[in-house]
């Protein structure tokens, strides 16, 4: 349950705070950077609320390793892109990777204890 709730959690506070409310402008920056400036704010908006449907899928519990490998391509994806496109951008680069790293270990291990309970 702490599993479920911490990692639901993570995924609605950077859907809300930090991309739907731009509670943290350089996620915004990353996208423009992205996608353009042009789209950078609608997809901003269209990121930050499929991130918090995932957190709430995360909160049901329904299917968890369905909602481990969606968390994965997502947070794969974002990476990816981050790195290659805007990597001037982040904090750090190599401690992003290590934190979603041990981020998505924590989601299948969740997701694959949750599956045999």
Avoid at 37 to 52: D, N, P, Y
């Amino acid at each position: 349950m702490f599993a479920m709730l911490l990692i639901g959690s993570v995924w609605i506070f950077h859907g809300l705070y930090s991309k739907l409310l731009n509670g943290i402008p350089r996620h915004r920056m990353i996208v423009d950077r992205i996608l353009g400036k042009r789209f950078g704010f609608l997809a901003t908006k269209f990121v930050g609320g499929a991130e918090v449907l995932l957190g709430i899928w995360v909160f049901t519990g329904w299917q968890p390793v369905i909602c481990a490998g969606l968390q994965t391509l997502a947070i794969v994806s974002m990476n990816t892109l981050e790195i290659l496109l805007a990597r001037d951008l982040l904090i750090s680069a190599a401690g992003m990777v290590f934190l979603n790293a041990g981020f998505l270990l924590f989601i299948w291990h969740w997701a694959l204890a949750a599956q045999n309970s």
